[in-house]
Antibody, heavy 123, light 111 residues
Framework: QVALVESGGGVVQPGRSLRLSCTAS????????LHWVRQAPGKGLEWVAV????????HYADSVKGRFTISRDNSKSTLYLQMNSLRGEDTAMYYC????????????????WGQGTLVTVSS | NFMLTQPHSVSESPGKTVTISCTGS????????VQWYQQRPGSAPTTVIY?????PSGVPDRFSGSIDSSSNSASLTISGLKTEDEADYYC??????????FGGGTKLTVL
């Protein structure tokens, strides 16, 4: 069965860095694009970033562009999110999710999600 | 920037039908597929509709999705409401720069 497990969250001071990981199992990791989505406490979902199946194409939300980097290691079935220059507004639960292609390519159908890892940015 | 707008909350009685809208701010919402996610407290989201109107296996046919180009909106309709349908619902699409866009979410209360 498909499983996505996030790790790496914690409490970090503003301006510092953190790297999140998402380890996948139960499917051929290298065949799928993957996303990061976050949710601030008591707030709605916010799309963060996507990476193509081979890592060659990446897109970011304006709120994180230039500070966050999405990457993947297909040999380890692991997705990453490097977060630099963290701010209070980055405090959120961070989810990784698999992209299930639609007819004609990606349509942002996130069919499997992890349970999330909590990042708290606070001094 | 492209945005999706949802009502903050809706409520309806068990057995009734409710529709949640998701309105695009610009362009044609019909240009890119819309997905709908259900999220219960403390849990990750799950898909209830993908590709505008497709139901994943395991989602009851009480859930349906549609697109209305005239109002530039997508809609999620839930018929025969059950108390277990009480949750937050989010629409998701993407813009012309391949950036994902979620609606703000709608809290469904079944009372």
């Amino acid at each position: 069965q498909v499983a996505l497990v996030e790790s790496g969250g914690g409490v970090v001071q503003p301006g510092r860095s953190l790297r999140l990981s998402c380890t996948a199992s139960g499917f051929t990791f290298s065949n799928y694009a993957l996303h990061w989505v976050r949710q601030a406490p008591g707030k709605g979902l916010e799309w963060v970033a996507v990476i193509s199946y081979d890592g060659s194409i990446k897109h970011y939300a304006d709120s994180v562009k230039g500070r966050f980097t999405i990457s993947r290691d297909n040999s380890k079935s692991t997705l990453y999110l490097q977060m630099n220059s963290l701010r209070g507004e980055d405090t959120a639960m961070y989810y990784c999710a698999r992209d299930q292609p639609c007819r004609g390519g990606s349509c942002y159908h996130l069919d499997y999600w992890g349970q999330g890892t909590l990042v708290t940015v606070s001094s | 920037n492209f945005m999706l707008t949802q009502p903050h909350s809706v409520s309806e009685s068990p057995g009734k039908t409710v529709t949640i809208s998701c309105t695009g701010s610009s362009g044609s919402i019909a240009s890119n597929y819309v997905q709908w996610y259900q999220q219960r407290p403390g849990s990750a989201p799950t898909t209830v509709i993908y590709e505008d109107n497709q139901r994943p296996s395991g989602v009851p046919d009480r859930f349906s999705g549609s697109i209305d180009s005239s109002s530039n909106s997508a809609s999620l309709t839930i018929s025969g409401l059950k108390t277990e349908d009480e949750a937050d619902y989010y629409c998701l699409s993407y813009d012309n720069n391949s950036r994902g866009v979620f609606g703000g979410g709608t809290k469904l209360t079944v009372l």
